[in-house]
């Protein structure tokens, strides 16, 4: 039996020091992204310059959308419009449903999706339970 634990990428770094090389070299097409304490700080609407970097040269490699459990919709709109992302606000992970949605959107086969969030309890249950790969980074 297969964990909902498990986690495919425990990189103990900050979602700026993950390497894309390397994320492309495990066959990752698309990237689901947490925002709070993933891309921003949980206390601030702030978006760090090393992860608004790191965001602009993502695109040039991945399809990215964010999906938060965040329930204001006007917090994550408006991250979600400066990083110009599409996105799923209180999307209640690790329940499956908004996660597959956006999934299905993306279009993308699961095998070369991967999620990107700083709690295993949420994040990386949801990855397992959607069959999508799973990267645990530092929190902000």
């Keep these: 039996m297969r964990s909902i ?3 495919n990428w425990d990189s103990n770094l900050p979602i700026y020091a993950i ?4 994320l492309k070299r495990k066959g ?3 990237l689901l ?3 709070d304490g993933t891309l921003v700080n949980r206390k601030s609407h702030i978006i760090p ?6 965001i602009r040269e993502s695109k040039k490699n991945f399809s990215l959308y964010l999906i938060s459990n965040n329930p204001s919709k006007k917090r994550i709109e408006k991250i979600a419009k400066e990083l110009n992302l599409k996105y799923k606000y209180n999307a209640s992970k690790p329940k ?3 996660t597959l949605s956006a999934i299905k959107e993306i279009g993308s086969d ?3 999706i991967a999620i990107i969030g700083d709690r295993i309890f949420t994040d990386i249950i949801v990855g397992n339970r959607c069959n ?7 929190r902000l």
Aim: net charge positive; glycine share 0%.
């Design 5 to 7: 634990l498990k986690v």
């Design 19 to 22: 390497s894309q090389s390397e």
């Design 28 to 30: 990752i097409h698309s």
């Design 33 to 35: 992204l947490d925002v």
């Design 49 to 54: 310059k090393a992860v608004k970097i790191w």
């Design 96 to 98: 499956r449903k908004v």
């Design 110 to 112: 699961s095998k070369n």
């Design 132 to 138: 999508i790969k799973t990267i645990l980074v530092k």
